[in-house]
């Protein structure tokens, strides 16, 4: 089963009238696999999980779960989801809307599993509409586990979770994929993303621009994080090293670059000594606004769409 693709898409386009949303996307996900798909608001990501459970209908190219077109009965078997606009009936209790789920399902999970699964036991006779947020994210969750499906959609899950909570629900999150099932995530977590995923997916108005395991993605980007004292202000150090893009606060320059020799050695022969200098390995969070920003600057597609900068630092 593992290897096994559970999701096939092919050029896949979205438009919301003459807004194109997603931009031709082609992805191949397999079981026992965590897939976490990271972009700013507006990327596209819910519009892309709606396509994939066949929610919206593509306005080109298509989209198979498990063999089946998505949306059809078959696919919907087999496919849990846990979406942003979750809304449930108000009266009926955690318990009740369990109950009520796994009816849909041919082999649920038993309701008390879901329940210690999302940790909701204290909360098995509470009504939907007396939960407060993150606990209305948690039946949400075990909502999209009671099926017991091959495939879990998560819409930014861990939204107004408390700490114990986001743990209960990675800890889950594990155990399915080493149950041989798939998950499909989007975050604005990156913590979230590194640590649950094995590819991410980076979507930039509605294209993947980058997408590799968490560690791939950094080592990829070679990037490194850069700060010394200054006391220039940024229009100032900006003119003397235009090619890279500084932020100075409080008297330290930060920067985000692939050579940071060639950088320093720029600074030094226009005179800045670069006191408490720290050189740093870039974090996932640095390397996704870099991609990001790389993107809208040069609308490349890419990984290696930051290799040219690169090398023009390396020739510097
Ligand atoms: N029903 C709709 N009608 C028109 N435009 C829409 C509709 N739903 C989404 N959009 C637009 O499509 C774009 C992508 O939205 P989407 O919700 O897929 O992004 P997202 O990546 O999930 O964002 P977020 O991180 O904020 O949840 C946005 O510009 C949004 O305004």
Redesign the pocket.
């Known amino acids: 089963m593992t290897n096994s693709v559970v999701v096939s898409v092919n050029n896949l386009h979205h438009s919301?009238?003459d807004?194109s949303?997603l931009k031709g996307l082609d992805l191949s996900l397999k079981a026992g696999r965590v897939y976490g798909f990271l972009?700013?608001?507006?990327?596209?990501?819910?519009?892309?999980i709606n396509l994939l459970l066949g929610r919206l209908k593509a306005s080109q190219g298509s989209v198979e779960i498990l063999g089946n077109r998505a949306g059809s009965a078959a696919a919907k078997a087999k496919v849990g989801a846990m979406l942003?606009i979750g809304s449930l009936p108000a009266n009926l209790t955690v318990l009740e809307q369990l109950n009520l789920f796994a009816s849909y399902y041919q082999s649920p999970m038993p309701v008390s599993k879901a329940l210690r699964l999302s940790d909701l036991n204290a909360h098995e006779n509470s009504p939907f509409s007396k939960l407060s947020g993150g606990l209305k994210q948690r039946l949400l969750f075990a909502i999209a586990i009671i099926g017991d499906p091959q495939l879990v959609f998560l819409d930014?899950p861990s939204l107004a979770m408390d700490v114990n909570a986001r743990q209960q629900m990675w800890q889950t999150i594990r155990q399915l994929k080493a149950q041989g099932k798939t998950v499909v995530l989007?975050t604005?977590y990156m913590e979230e993303a590194e640590v649950l995923s094995d590819e991410l997916f980076i979507?930039n108005e509605g294209k993947i621009i980058a997408q590799g395991s968490p560690s791939e993605l950094s080592h990829n980007m070679q990037l490194s994080e850069v700060s010394f004292a200054c006391e220039l202000n940024e229009s100032e150090l900006s003119a003397l090293l235009p090619e890279w893009s500084w932020q100075v606060n409080e008297g330290k320059a930060a920067t985000r670059c692939k050579a940071p020799n060639a950088m320093l050695k720029q600074a030094f022969v226009n005179g800045l000594s670069c006191d408490l200098l720290s050189v740093k390995p870039s974090s996932l969070e640095q390397t996704f606004l870099s991609l990001t920003e790389t993107a809208e600057h040069e609308d490349k597609t890419p990984v290696n769409s930051a290799s040219e900068k690169s090398a023009k630092e390396q020739a510097a």
């Open positions: 919301y009238g807004k949303v972009g700013a608001n507006g990327a596209g990501k819910t519009t892309l942003q930014e989007t604005h979507l």
